[in-house]
């Protein structure tokens, strides 16, 4: 093979090589994407950071005696920080990043 050949080859090669590193490239790029179209985990009672702002999954269980500044009809869905879709029952919230909190849910950080 004459070393005009072999560069060709090389060349080619290469070309090969690039175009699957892009192909792989795009479709881990894509990967975020999926996984949030498919939801985040759910936010767990037990889970610290939600024990530390003492979030309910379900606000009607809301011991109001412990939190007077709870009030019917303050659920997640109407706060400030809660950013899910209307129609879907769970959504990401500002004060649990990485987390879906449920829109009928309440916790302390609650903020009309
Ligand atoms: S900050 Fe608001 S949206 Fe987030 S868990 Fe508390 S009440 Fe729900």
């Not at 990043?97 to 903020?111: A, L």
């Amino acid at each position: 093979m004459s070393e005009n050949e072999e560069n060709k080859v090389s060349r080619r090669r290469f070309l090969k090589v690039a175009a699957g590193t892009a192909a792989a490239a795009v479709a881990v790029g894509a990967l975020p994407r999926l996984a949030r179209a498919e939801g985040l985990p759910h936010l767990k009672e037990s889970d610290p950071a939600a024990q530390a702002l003492h979030y309910y999954e379900d606000a009607s269980k809301v011991p109001t005696t412990k939190f007077p500044q709870f009030k019917k009809g303050d659920i997640c869905e109407v706060c400030r920080f809660y950013q899910g879709k209307p129609g879907q029952t769970w959504g990401p919230c500002q004060l649990f990043p990485g987390k879906d909190v449920n829109k009928d849910g309440w916790c302390e950080g609650f903020s009309k």
